[in-house]
């Protein structure tokens, strides 16, 4: 098991993924590769902590089926999410300047390098 990184690398790391998020306007698509393969949690656990931090109402169903499972990395769902709200504040007004076409553009690059990487791991 990996030991629990530092709460400013968290932070920092949330803020980076934040920026992606308020860049593109989704979060699922960077969160969980961001905890599967920068935080090391395994694929179920980066979906439930992905869950725990864009935990709103509608989530909590499913949410309640990964923690009772022990698929929920409360802590670092928690610090992650102070990273992501800094991040996406700036990602959001940073995205409202740039051209449609290369937001569009730079998103489907990240999604099919990250989708690359997951069809390639064993």
Known sequence: ????????????????????????????????????YVFGLTQLRAQGTSLFIALIPLWIA????????????????ATLAIGLAMGAFVGGRFAQHLPQTLLRRGFA????????????QK
């Open 1 to 36: 098991m990996m030991t629990a990184p530092a709460a400013w690398l968290v932070v920092v790391v949330g803020a980076l993924v934040g920026v992606l998020v308020g860049l593109t306007g989704t979060s699922g698509a960077f969160i969980i590769p961001t905890l599967v």
């Open 62 to 77: 499913p949410l309640w089926s990964y923690a009772r499972a022990g698929n929920v990395n409360w802590r670092l769902g």
């Open 109 to 120: 690059v990240v999604l099919l390098i990250m989708a690359a990487r997951m069809m390639l």
